[in-house]
Each structure stands twice: as C-alpha cells, then as structure tokens.
C-alpha cells in the first residue's frame, strides 16, 4: 500500500499560478496511476487531472490547457503545475493512487493524501 503526502498550496492571486506536489511512499510507486482531485465547499468532488503508469494524462474541461500533471518515478513525485488561477480553482486538492485507472476516473482510488488548501483570492 501507498502513502501519498501532498505540499504547495497556499493563496495566489487570479491568474497566478501554483505548484502542488504528491509524493509516496511505502511501495513501488511507478505502478500505481495517480490522480488530483479537488472539493471546494458547497460542490461535488472533482476528480481533475490523472496520470496513468505508463504516463498517459488526461484533465476535466474544466482545467484543460491550464493545468499539466507529470510524475517522476525516480523521486516518488507526481506533480499538478497550475496556471492561469481563477475564483473556481479555490478547493482542497487531495492526490489520490491506485492500481486500477478505472477507480481514479471514477474519483474512488483506494488512497487518498490529507489535501492541501489551494485559494485564489485578489
């Protein structure tokens, strides 16, 4: 099993950009497909972006052409760069792991990270 910890998030203004980091450990990570989900209050958790073993990504239309995912198997890192933040980016992004691609499409991996506090605010 996996452990996931995620880092880099913080207050950044409209149109900023931020760099969120999950990085596991506990078993051989470049077999486990990885992906970024966000809940905001109020709103349904959003699965986002997802990076497969073999490092296929795939992004919700609601952050394409403005997020990239990519992972580096060396360092046990999958990261989420983030640019062009608007007032709907504002949520918790949880990075989330399993063995099946098809439990990350459906936002049910079986681990989860804490979540780190992303806010867009001016």
């Known amino acids: 099993q996996v452990q996931l910890v995620e880092s880099g998030g913080g207050l950044v203004q409209p149109g900023g950009s931020l760099r969120l980091s999950c990085v596991a450990s506990g078993s051989v990570f470049s077999i486990y497909n990885v992906g970024w989900s966000r809940q905001a209050p109020g709103k349904q958790r959003e699965v986002v972006a997802r990076i497969t073993s073999a490092g296929s990504t795939n992004y919700a239309d609601s952050v394409k052409g403005r997020f990239t995912i990519s992972r580096d198997n060396a360092k046990n890192t999958v990261y989420l760069n983030m640019k062009n933040l608007n007032y709907e980016d504002t949520a918790v992004y949880y990075c989330?792991?399993?063995?099946?691609?098809?439990?990350?499409?459906?936002?049910?991996?079986?681990?989860w990270g804490q979540g780190t506090q992303v806010t867009v605010s001016s």
């Open positions: 989330n792991a399993d063995l099946s691609v098809s439990k990350i499409v459906r936002g049910t991996p079986g681990t």
